[in-house]
Structure formats: structure tokens, C-alpha cells
């Protein structure tokens, strides 16, 4: 059974910088792009980044360019969303999962709540 576990999120001020975690289990992730989705209240969940598997190649929404980087360890499989100068509109839960995205895979995503 495949488990995706995000874990990192809080609640920081504008300009702040956090890193989330995603543990996974019951997977080979080294066979899978993975990826960082969000949610905001009130909108669809959205891409938000991806790495592909050998981990050569990073594909970023335009709101997040430049400010978040997505990294990813196969051996410890885990896959990490280094977030900076983080704004207000990036409140939201926030889910790793494959990209792809697998129905299955969703976990219960971290809390992201950027407020002053």
C-alpha cells in the first residue's frame, strides 16, 4: 500500500521560508516524476512543482518560480518543497504525489498559512 506522508507545514509571515517533507512508502520512487501539489480554500488543487525521476528536471507554476525548489531522494525516499519569501496567496494545504497525480496516493497533505 502506497503512503505519501507531508509533514513541515505552519504558520509564518510574509517573507518567511519553510520546507515541507514527503516520506513515501510502498513505492519505488526512483520509477516515478513526483510532485508538489496545493489547495487553497475555495479553489482546485493546483501544481505546483515537479522533479522528474533520475531528478535531472524541475518544472515550476509561474506564482512559485524562483521562489521554491523541489528536491527528491530516492534512497531515503523522500521528496522535499523549499519554500521562500512565501505571500499570502500561498495558503494552502499542500500534497506531495506522483506526476502524474494517482488518485490513490493522496495523503492528508501540511498546512501552509502564510498571515501577518
Known amino acids: 500500500q502506497v503512503q505519501l506522508v507531508e509533514s513541515g507545514g505552519a504558520t509564518v509571515q510574509p517573507g518567511a521560508n519553510l520546507k515541507l517533507s514527503c516520506t513515501a512508502s510502498?513505492?519505488?520512487?526512483?520509477?516515478?516524476?513526483m510532485a508538489w501539489y496545493r489547495q487553497a480554500p475555495g479553489k482546485q488543487r493546483e501544481l505546483v512543482a515537479r522533479r522528474s525521476s533520475g531528478g535531472l528536471t524541475t518544472a515550476y507554476a509561474d506564482a512559485v518560480k524562483g521562489r521554491f525548489i523541489i528536491s527528491r531522494d530516492n534512497a531515503k525516499s523522500t521528496v522535499t518543497l523549499q519554500m521562500s519569501y512565501l505571500r499570502p496567496e500561498d495558503t494552502a494545504v499542500y500534497y506531495c504525489?506522483?506526476?502524474?497525480?494517482?488518485?490513490?496516493?493522496w495523503g492528508q497533505g501540511t498546512q501552509v498559512t502564510v498571515s501577518s
Open positions: 504525489n506522483t506526476f502524474p497525480s494517482q488518485d490513490e496516493y
Open positions: 510502498g513505492i519505488i520512487l526512483r520509477n516515478y516524476q
